[in-house]
């Protein structure tokens, strides 16, 4: 289907951007279990090539896939995580496997996570949870574009970015408003 856009900042709030609106419709990105592998991989939570292991049942997991996304979508809109959404993405962490490490960086020692999965929930519950635990989740915004649903992670300065991209939204709303006051100064 269509490409994935990769303009949030953060791959957590990407993964809710799968879900868009095109020419006035909301269009789902992921339909089936090969997109949602795709998108991982696109995302640079998984290696490139073919998933270590074939799900069972794929549309199980491409369901439960959405559902996360349904969670994660209203948590970052609210700014803070109720507890079926931590229900939600503690489930998909539950999926993985892996241990921690001592690692020294800079002589200062640190534990790290290391995963020894590849299940896509998974490796989206975390990237998630990373996110959650470390970042302002107030700078989490909705696209100030008509009609967009995509979100972004303010990372600018002042924190006053208002659009998905500029490219996209930006330009069509300063064109808008362009062509309101264009239309008002002739009336």
């Known amino acids: 289907m269509s490409s994935f856009l990769f303009i949030a900042g953060t791959p957590a ?3 809710v951007n799968t879900e868009i609106v095109s020419e006035g419709e909301r269009v789902d ?4 279990e090969q997109d949602l592998w795709r998108w ?3 995302a ?3 290696p490139a090539g073919p998933p270590a292991d074939q799900p069972a049942r794929p549309p199980a997991r491409l369901r439960q896939a959405k559902e996360l996304r349904r969670h994660l979508r209203a948590l970052f809109l609210r700014g803070k995580p109720r507890k079926s959404e931590i229900d939600a993405i ?6 993985g496997h892996g241990s921690f490490r001592l690692e020294r960086k800079g002589g200062v020692y640190r534990t790290r996570f290391a995963a020894d999965s590849d299940d896509p929930l998974f490796l989206v519950a975390a990237a998630a949870a990373e996110l959650i635990a470390t970042a302002d989740l107030s700078l989490i ?3 100030g574009g008509t009609q967009c649903i995509l979100l972004f992670y303010d990372t600018t300065k002042s924190h006053t970015r208002r659009w998905c991209s ?8 300063k064109a808008a408003l362009h062509y309101q006051r ?5 009336e």
């Open 44 to 46: 640079g939570l998984a």
């Open 40 to 42: 991982v991989r696109a």
């Open 141 to 143: 915004k909705p696209c």
């Open 182 to 186: 264009s239309r008002e100064g002739r």
């Open 166 to 173: 500029m490219a996209g939204c930006g330009n069509r709303m």
């Open 90 to 95: 503690n489930a998909a962490l539950a999926r």
């Open 29 to 32: 990105l992921l339909q089936t």
């Open 13 to 15: 709030v990407d993964f």
